[in-house]
């Protein structure tokens, strides 16, 4: 079935520099790739998603890259202030998000000022 | 406020009770999802219907789970004779018509 691995598991940066979170995934159909961000005690909030037609997308000081061969794709978080301190999460779906997403494991990125 | 509403938000329950969750998507989402969040964990796919269609459920499900989406707009989850290992975080979500599925503040199971 649909797998997706997310590294590192935990990361801290410095205010002002840039934060880095990879995730692979196994099935090669998938098509949609949303980014979560998760604060302790909160519900998952959607901070950016791209699709496989595609190659990046770029929000503010937040970007998502995608690489169909290598079935990979990055969230590229630039200028890091604390309030980007949080959990978060990859996921990966078939049918556009038609159906189910598949989540990684998460990364806590610490923000240090 | 306009979001995913979930009730109750906190269920403290003893192994064996049955426990029944409530999920208010936003109005106009036609799809819901249901997931469980273990700590340090992402969230798991559990179900998730479009209107009142059940479309997919979890391998993983026990046969103590189930969805209701009666009328194609609140659901409910329940869990019978529950087990210490449901305790969990149990998020839904909506979407429409398969865009950006956004999550509510979930319910958090603790079975003693």
């Known amino acids: 079935g649909e797998n997706v691995e997310q590294h590192p598991s935990t990361l801290s940066v410095q205010e002002g520099d840039s934060a880095v979170i990879k995730c692979t995934y196994s099935?090669?159909?998938?098509?949609?790739f949303p980014w979560y961000k998760q604060e302790l005690g909160k519900r998952p909030q959607l901070i950016i998603d791209?699709?496989?037609?595609?190659g990046e997308k770029k929000d503010q000081r937040i970007a998502v890259t995608l690489n169909k061969t290598a079935k990979h794709f990055s969230l590229h978080i630039t200028e890091t202030q604390p309030e980007d301190s949080a959990v978060y999460f990859c996921a990966a779906s078939l049918s556009g998000g038609y159906n189910k997403l598949i989540f990684g494991a998460g990364t806590r990125l610490a923000v240090h000022p | 406020d306009t979001g995913v509403s979930q009730n109750p938000r906190h269920k403290i329950t003893k192994r064996g009770q049955n426990v029944t969750f409530r999920c208010d998507p936003i109005?106009?989402?036609?799809?819901l999802y249901w997931y469980r969040q273990t700590l340090g964990q992402g969230p798991e796919f559990l179900t998730y219907f479009q209107n009142e269609a059940q479309l997919e459920k979890s391998r993983l499900l026990s046969d103590r789970f189930s969805a209701e989406r009666p009328k194609g707009s609140f659901s409910t989850l329940e869990i019978q004779r529950t087990e210490q290992g449901d305790s969990a975080m149990y998020l839904c979500a909506s979407s429409l018509d398969g865009r950006e599925q956004y999550f509510g503040p979930g319910t958090r199971l603790t079975v003693t």
């Open positions: 791209i699709r496989s037609n595609v």
């Open positions: 109005s106009e989402h036609n799809r």
């Open positions: 099935d090669s159909a998938s098509n949609y």
